[in-house]
């Protein structure tokens, strides 16, 4: 089941529907669960793991379905990056010269 996770985050299954959600969410804020929809759920190594889609953005989140987002994809705009993190961390790595191993 795990190796299904990574098609279903990336979109290479069935297309949503939907606007992409807005972003800007307060860290550690109530997550609402209103228009979830879980489309896949693993047992991982310490826990489950879970993929769900709501507001049109797909998400990985680890032990629940309503935890923080740990990486996220909205089918409708493939070119956006809903987590702002992470193009912090890539932007740092233009300054790492030439890493032999990243991890974010």
Do not use: I, N
Request: aromatic share 4%; glycine share 12%.
């Amino acid at each position: 089941m795990l190796a299904l996770l990574p098609s279903l985050l990336l979109g290479l299954a069935a297309p949503a529907s939907g606007a992409p959600a807005a972003g800007g969410k307060r860290a550690g804020a109530p997550r609402a669960t209103k228009g979830l929809r879980l489309l896949e759920r693993a047992k991982g190594r310490f826990g489950p793991v879970f993929v769900v889609e709501q507001g049109g953005q797909r998400a990985l989140r680890l032990g629940s379905p309503s935890a923080e987002d740990q990486s996220a994809y909205v089918p409708a705009a493939p070119g956006k990056e809903p987590l702002p993190y992470l193009s912090l961390a890539l932007h740092a790595l233009a300054w790492a010269g030439t890493p032999r191993t990243v991890l974010v």
